[in-house]
Nanobody, 121 residues
């Protein structure tokens, strides 16, 4: 059973940068992708970024050019570097392992508690 350990988060000012991380404990060899989602208050959970075979990456339009997803395979860890944060980035951020099929990411595990990121002046 794979467990996801998320870390980082906090209260940020607009324009600041933050990196959150997520380590998968257990074998993730059967998954071909890792993803970050977020859920803002009163909104549905949405895909923020995904990384798949060959380290190809995908981003939501709202974060393109500001967020970078990366991973360290040796550590089973995925990172989300967030720059030029703005209040609209306020959300709980979740990571997951996924299958990337037909142009879509399919998260495969139950969601964890996530990481709270708040952006406010």
């Amino acid at each position: 059973q794979v467990q996801l350990v998320e870390s980082g988060g906090g209260l940020m000012r607009p324009g600041e940068s933050l990196t959150v991380s997520c380590t998968a404990v257990g074998s993730i060899a059967s998954f071909n992708a890792m993803v970050w989602y977020r859920q803002a208050p009163g909104q549905q959970r949405e895909l923020v970024a995904g990384i798949r075979d060959g380290d190809r990456t995908d981003y939501a339009d709202s974060v393109k050019g500001r967020f970078t997803i990366s991973r360290d395979n040796a550590k089973n860890t995925v990172y989300l570097q967030m720059s030029r944060l703005n209040p609209e980035d306020t959300a709980v951020y979740y990571c997951n392992v996924a299958q990337y099929v037909g142009g879509h990411y399919y998260p495969r595990l139950n969601w964890g508690r996530g990481i709270q990121v708040a952006v406010s002046s």
